[in-house]
């Protein structure tokens, strides 16, 4: 079992920025990747970026250039910059937890979700 608690979320202007925190606890060792979706009323949850165990990270189109994801040393808390924030950016943010994906069936881990609200 993996637990994750997602902090950091809040109000910000256009063209702030905003760290978001997971810290993760339990079964950590099994965790191979771990990443930040986001879901804005009305659409999917989408990919926002991820991190692999081994450090590689991947970033949806949309954020390439102004966010950063990074986790700690012992990898129990993942971070995300968020940088140069626009109104679309608006959205609840998850964090995820992909495990023993050398299983026949992985399992994802989700966070309870923080509020990211773009507004002048």
């Known amino acids: 079992q993996v637990q994750l608690v997602e902090s950091g979320g809040g109000l910000v202007q256009p063209g702030g920025s905003l760290r978001l925190s997971c810290a993760a606890s339990g079964n950590i060792g099994s965790i191979d990747v771990m990443g930040w979706y986001r879901q804005a009323p009305g659409k999917q949850r989408e990919l926002v970026a991820t991190?692999?165990?081994?450090?590689?990270?991947n970033y949806a189109d949309f954020v390439k250039g102004r966010f950063t994801i990074s986790r700690d040393n012992n990898k129990t808390s993942m971070f995300l910059q968020m940088n140069s924030l626009k109104f679309e950016d608006t959205a609840v943010y998850y964090c995820?937890?992909?495990?023993?994906?050398?299983?026949?069936?992985?399992?994802?881990?989700w966070g309870q979700g923080t509020q990211v609200t773009v507004s002048s």
């Open positions: 991190i692999t165990k081994r450090g590689r990270t």
């Open positions: 995820n937890a992909l495990t023993d994906i050398w299983r026949r069936t992985p399992t994802d881990y």
